[in-house]
Every structure is written in structure tokens, then in C-alpha cells.
């Protein structure tokens, strides 16, 4: 059970006491490099946190303590170490806040009542739903060969490993339209309490827009610091290792063009224009061999599980989410695709010879000149394209394909086609405009990996590289917040 949660007002009130009794160095480290973080760390609500985990603690037995504490050094710590001010270790930044008063009362504790580093790895613990197992312990011992397959390399650059399971998007694709649940989502209660102590606030406060909102996604290898082949245990036979990292496996990274050893971090994210800033708004972890195509499916599946609030208008992939089921399950919920093509599909069946058509399904003109939208014809179901010159095609044109002033004008149905003639006609400027919007993926990767270390961090297991990145993403979304009052503080004066 937890004994006492420090409240928000309660939070406030001991850190202006504990100001008092700070030096003037001390007094100066909080107003100077320590002032965005502990800006920041104020915009985080933990009374939202505290109804949210307060299930998965008993009613009875020993007291849980200081629960608000470990939830705002983990944002603490991160806070500091995108700024360069705390090294990437959670075990250092533990044994720094017993000798720095100043950080621990940034975090609500006086430095002979922090908790210990069990409490944290026991926070961690009752945020991931997975079943108890021995396969982390350290007597576990696995086969060597356990991690001595890769998949096939891709023939080109920038291209991902074919999915092992032929047809599994199909397969995924049938399961969610019959209204079942995938099975397996250990990540559920980290993914509904950043949707309570994130995404939702952001909602509130209109980081998030409640109605015509772009969501983006993308994956991006995560590099585990873990051996591969494992460790030999003595006295262990030979065809035996103990494994630190069993849950990471071999993937191929389409960037560095190479083998990597970890996971693959699949998020989906918005982007606020007028802030110019990148929101993410879940966070999944799988396997690196798993292609980005069902990645997609089923972290869509759990944004529409765990986030209900949260409204889709459009929805921005990358060329790997370009396969019929894909479009066939973002149509069946309304929601637009804006999907990059990918160039190993040829020209589709159901488009009649009679037209000839460009590798995103735009009519070329007998000048092999790409037409332009001309509209939707809503009684008969066709978009319209017309002759590239337009008015003035009588003149311009050198090959007339008929005697009309306005030229020729082709008919399409979207039907031939799911993927090529989406609701918004590829080539537009409408479509061109909202695709942009995809590189906010790309930039919350850069800031996951990068900026906030994960990639530098010395950490073991899907459940430690989840819980982490979910308070990377609650810090960007505190980002977000502290440029959104700075922007209206300015705005007022």
C-alpha cells in the first residue's frame, strides 16, 4: 500500500521551506543551471499519477514511501542529462542525490529520506504487465546458438529486412477489423500512464489539437550495450550462456546500413505548428526483426485501446506501412492516409490498360506529361485529371490529344486502387503539406536516442528500455509545455 503521496501543494510548500535554509551558491545553482528543470519539473502533475498507479499497490502489507520522489527523479535525472548536467547512469544519479541537497529537494526529499535504488527498480516493475519468469536470472543459462541467426540483408540502401512471417500484416489486419485484441502487450500500463500523465494534460492545456489532428509514425533501431553470445558461467557446459539481455535480438539497421544487436522503438507522434514542436503520443517496444509494417498495425491498435481521446484525421507513414492493409484498416476507422510509396510494387490489375499512369498513380497525358487534379465528380465516384496546360492547352500543346480549348481530361475511381488514389490526391499541394508533417518522427528519435541518452544509457531489458523512454517522452512533453509559456509569457509583456 502507499503510506503517504506528497501532493502537488505539498510539494511546493517543502521546497520553498527547504529554499530557506539553502546557501547563496546553493540559491544560485537553482536560479541559473538548474532553473529550465526545475521549471519544467513544476509543470508535472503527480496528482494525476497517484490515481493511476494507486491499483497496483495492496491495501495491506508494507508501506510503499516516497512514490512521487522516484517519479520526479527519474524526470529529474533526464531533464539534467539533455542539458549535460547528469551522467547517464541511474545508479550514479542515486549515490549524487545522497550528497546534493539542492537536487534532492527538487524532487521532494530531504537528503537522509530518499529512497533507495531497489525502489525504483520495484516502481519499474509495477508498470510492466509481463508474467514473473526466471529468464533474466543470473543462474539462467541458454543455448549459445540462441542469438546466432539474422535476417536476410536487403538487397539496396535504405531498405528494411523482409518480415519473417509472409502475409502476417494481412493476418493482423482481419484480427482488428473483427474487434479482437493482440495478445502480449506488457507495455499497456506504461502506454495508459503516459496517456494519463502526458498526452491527456497536453490535450488540456492545447499542445494536442482535439480535431483535425496529423498523426506521424515511424521506427528506429535501439543498439543494446548487451553481448550478442552471451557469458559462460563456470562450471556451466560449454553449449550453455548466460544471457544479460535475453530479450534483444538481431536486426538490420537500414541507416547504417549494418547488423544491430537490440530492439526496434516503433512511436507514433503529432506536430504543433505554431510551438514548432514535436509531441509523441506512444511509445512501443518490440523485436528488431519485426518489420516496421506490423510495428505500425499494432501499436495503431493500442493508441486506439489505451488513448480513445485522442482524434485521428490523417495519418503519415513511411514507404515500409505501404501494403493494402495498412490503407484497408486506417479506411474502415475514416481516418486519411498519407503513406510514401514503395517502389517494389508495380502498376496494379484493377487499373484499365487504356491509361497510362506515373508510379503514384497520376494519369500521364500523350506527352507523358503528369495531369492535374480537376476535383471529384460526387454522382459518379471519378476524380477528375485534366491536361497539365489547361487553358491553354490549344497553343502549348505540341502533341493535341483533342480539339477541347480546356484538353483532355481522364477519369479515375479510387476503388481501382486503395493505395494510389487516396482521399487526398498524391502529388497536391494538400498531400505534399500534411506529409511533411512526418518528419516529427524522425526528430523525436533523433531527441529519444540522442538527446536524452538512451542510446548511451548501460541498460538490460525490454521492461528497463520501455520504462525509460516513457519518461524521456513525459519530459518532452514538459518540453513542450515550458515553450508554450514562455511563448504566451512573451506574448503577454
Given at each position: 500500500?502507499?503510506?503517504?503521496?506528497?501532493?502537488?501543494?505539498?510539494?511546493?510548500?517543502?521546497?520553498?521551506?527547504?529554499?530557506?535554509?539553502?546557501?547563496?551558491?546553493?540559491?544560485?545553482?537553482?536560479?541559473?543551471?538548474?532553473?529550465?528543470?526545475?521549471?519544467?519539473?513544476?509543470?508535472?502533475?503527480?496528482?494525476?499519477?497517484?490515481?493511476?498507479?494507486?491499483?497496483?499497490?495492496?491495501?495491506?502489507?508494507?508501506?510503499?514511501?516516497?512514490?512521487?520522489?522516484?517519479?520526479?527523479?527519474?524526470?529529474?535525472?533526464?531533464?539534467?542529462?539533455?542539458?549535460?548536467?547528469?551522467?547517464?547512469?541511474?545508479?550514479?544519479?542515486?549515490?549524487?542525490?545522497?550528497?546534493?541537497?539542492?537536487?534532492?529537494?527538487?524532487?521532494?526529499?530531504?537528503?537522509?529520506?530518499?529512497?533507495?535504488?531497489?525502489?525504483?527498480?520495484?516502481?519499474?516493475?509495477?508498470?510492466?504487465?509481463?508474467?514473473?519468469?526466471?529468464?533474466?536470472?543470473?543462474?539462467?543459462?541458454?543455448?549459445?546458438?540462441?542469438?546466432?541467426?539474422?535476417?536476410v540483408r536487403p538487397k539496396g540502401k535504405n531498405q528494411k529486412a523482409q518480415e519473417a512471417k509472409p502475409k502476417i500484416t494481412d493476418?493482423?489486419?482481419?484480427?482488428?477489423?473483427?474487434?479482437?485484441?493482440?495478445?502480449?502487450?506488457?507495455?499497456?500500463?506504461?502506454?495508459?500512464?503516459?496517456?494519463?500523465?502526458?498526452?491527456?494534460?497536453?490535450?488540456?492545456?492545447?499542445?494536442?489539437?482535439?480535431?483535425?489532428?496529423?498523426?506521424?509514425?515511424?521506427?528506429?533501431?535501439?543498439?543494446?550495450?548487451?553481448?550478442?553470445?552471451?557469458?559462460?558461467?563456470?562450471?556451466?557446459?560449454?553449449?550453455?550462456?548466460?544471457?544479460?539481455?535475453?530479450?534483444?535480438?538481431?536486426?538490420?539497421?537500414?541507416?547504417?546500413?549494418?547488423?544491430?544487436?537490440?530492439?526496434?522503438?516503433?512511436?507514433?507522434?503529432?506536430?504543433?505548428?505554431q510551438l514548432r514542436t514535436d509531441i509523441p503520443l506512444l511509445l512501443r517496444f518490440t523485436s528488431a526483426r519485426r518489420h516496421d509494417?506490423?510495428?505500425?498495425?499494432?501499436?495503431?491498435?493500442?493508441?486506439?485501446?489505451?488513448?480513445?481521446?485522442?482524434?485521428?484525421?490523417?495519418?503519415?507513414?513511411?514507404?515500409?506501412?505501404?501494403?493494402?492493409?495498412?490503407?484497408?484498416?486506417?479506411?474502415?476507422?475514416?481516418?486519411?492516409?498519407?503513406?510514401?510509396?514503395?517502389?517494389?510494387?508495380?502498376?496494379?490489375?484493377?487499373?484499365?490498360?487504356?491509361?497510362?499512369?506515373?508510379?503514384?498513380?497520376?494519369?500521364?497525358?500523350?506527352?507523358?506529361?503528369?495531369?492535374?487534379?480537376?476535383?471529384?465528380?460526387?454522382?459518379?465516384?471519378?476524380?477528375?485529371?485534366?491536361?497539365?496546360?489547361?487553358?491553354?492547352?490549344?497553343?502549348?500543346?505540341?502533341?493535341?490529344?483533342?480539339?477541347?480549348?480546356?484538353?483532355?481530361?481522364?477519369?479515375?475511381?479510387?476503388?481501382?486502387?486503395?493505395?494510389?488514389?487516396?482521399?487526398?490526391?498524391?502529388?497536391?499541394?494538400?498531400?505534399?503539406?500534411?506529409?511533411?508533417?512526418?518528419?516529427?518522427?524522425?526528430?523525436?528519435?533523433?531527441?529519444?536516442?540522442?538527446?536524452?541518452?538512451?542510446?548511451?544509457?548501460?541498460?538490460?531489458?525490454?521492461?528497463?528500455?520501455?520504462?525509460?523512454?516513457?519518461?524521456?517522452?513525459?519530459?518532452?512533453?514538459?518540453?513542450?509545455?515550458?515553450?508554450?509559456?514562455?511563448?504566451?509569457?512573451?506574448?503577454?509583456?
Open positions: 500500500m502507499i503510506k503517504y503521496w506528497q501532493s502537488m501543494q505539498d510539494y511546493k510548500y517543502f521546497l520553498t521551506e527547504s529554499k530557506v535554509h539553502f546557501d547563496p551558491s546553493e540559491r544560485n545553482r537553482l536560479h541559473t543551471e538548474l532553473w529550465k528543470p526545475w521549471q519544467k519539473l513544476r509543470l508535472f502533475d503527480t496528482d494525476k499519477a497517484m490515481r493511476f498507479l494507486l491499483p497496483f499497490y495492496s491495501s495491506t502489507g508494507r508501506p510503499a514511501i516516497n512514490q512521487p520522489q522516484i517519479l520526479r527523479s527519474f524526470i529529474l535525472f533526464f531533464l539534467l542529462h539533455s542539458e549535460g548536467l547528469a551522467k547517464p547512469s541511474l545508479t550514479l544519479w542515486v549515490d549524487r542525490l545522497k550528497h546534493d541537497r539542492v537536487l534532492a529537494a527538487l524532487i521532494g526529499c530531504t537528503p537522509d529520506s530518499l529512497p533507495q535504488p531497489g525502489s525504483y527498480f520495484d516502481f519499474m516493475d509495477r508498470l510492466w504487465a509481463a508474467p514473473g519468469t526466471d529468464l533474466y536470472a543470473r543462474d539462467k543459462l541458454l543455448p549459445a546458438s540462441r542469438n546466432r541467426k539474422k535476417p493476418s493482423i489486419e482481419k484480427w482488428l477489423l473483427r474487434g479482437k485484441d493482440i495478445p502480449f502487450n506488457f507495455e499497456e500500463r506504461l502506454q495508459r500512464f503516459f496517456y494519463y500523465v502526458a498526452v491527456l494534460p497536453s490535450m488540456e492545456c492545447g499542445l494536442i489539437p482535439r480535431d483535425h489532428l496529423t498523426v506521424s509514425g515511424d521506427g528506429t533501431a535501439v543498439h543494446t550495450h548487451a553481448s550478442p553470445h552471451g557469458h559462460h558461467r563456470a562450471g556451466a557446459l560449454e553449449n550453455l550462456r548466460h544471457f544479460s539481455d535475453p530479450d534483444a535480438a538481431w536486426g538490420w539497421d537500414s541507416d547504417l546500413e549494418k547488423y544491430y544487436f537490440g530492439y526496434t522503438l516503433f512511436q507514433l507522434s503529432c506536430y504543433n505548428s509494417s506490423v510495428c505500425f498495425l499494432t501499436a495503431f491498435h493500442e493508441l486506439e485501446k489505451h488513448m480513445p481521446a485522442v482524434p485521428i484525421e490523417n495519418m503519415c507513414l513511411d514507404s515500409a506501412m505501404d501494403n493494402y492493409p495498412t490503407y484497408r484498416l486506417l479506411k474502415s476507422r475514416g481516418i486519411r492516409a498519407f503513406i510514401d510509396l514503395n517502389d517494389k510494387c508495380g502498376r496494379p490489375k484493377t487499373i484499365p490498360d487504356t491509361i497510362t499512369i506515373d508510379r503514384d498513380g497520376t494519369p500521364l497525358c500523350q506527352e507523358n506529361l503528369r495531369m492535374k487534379p480537376n476535383g471529384y465528380d460526387c454522382s459518379s465516384g471519378y476524380l477528375m485529371w485534366r491536361c497539365p496546360y489547361g487553358k491553354e492547352h490549344c497553343h502549348k500543346c505540341r502533341n493535341s490529344c483533342t480539339d477541347s480549348r480546356y484538353g483532355r481530361v481522364v477519369k479515375t475511381r479510387p476503388e481501382w486502387d486503395i493505395r494510389l488514389y487516396t482521399d487526398v490526391p498524391r502529388g497536391t499541394d494538400a498531400y505534399k503539406k500534411v506529409y511533411d508533417q512526418r518528419t516529427a518522427t524522425e526528430r523525436i528519435n533523433n531527441r529519444i536516442l540522442n538527446d536524452y541518452g538512451l542510446h548511451r544509457m548501460f541498460i538490460h531489458t525490454k521492461e528497463h528500455y520501455s520504462f525509460m523512454t516513457t519518461m524521456i517522452g513525459i519530459c518532452l512533453h514538459l518540453d513542450a509545455r515550458y515553450k508554450q509559456q514562455a511563448q504566451c509569457a512573451q506574448t503577454a509583456a
